[in-house]
């Protein structure tokens, strides 16, 4: 069952080639919008500034798990 090639293009979300997704452009604005009203209408704090890494898969990360607090920056609402 599992040994079969995978045929290329069968896991993207959004297809490719010629029957690539219409909704595609407008998924990746979304997702700017989204990613731009988080980083700009909060003020980010590093709870904890310990910077040691751990290297339990490939990629290592920060032992802690880099927790933050976000505050609403009030813009005049």
């Known amino acids: 069952m599992f040994q079969e090639i995978q045929k290329p293009y069968s896991f993207l979300p959004f297809g490719a080639g ?12 979304a997702m700017l919008v989204f990613v ?9 704090t ?3 500034p310990d910077s040691s890494l751990e290297k339990k898969e490939h ?3 920060l032992r802690s798990g880099c ?7 009030n ?3």
């Open 59 to 61: 990629i290592p990360r």
């Open 36 to 44: 731009h009203r988080l980083t700009s209408g909060y003020k980010w």
């Open 46 to 48: 590093l709870d904890d």
């Open 75 to 77: 813009k005049g609402k």
């Open 67 to 73: 927790p933050i607090t976000l505050k609403a920056l």
């Open 18 to 29: 010629p029957r690539t997704c219409l909704g595609i452009n407008m998924a990746k604005v």
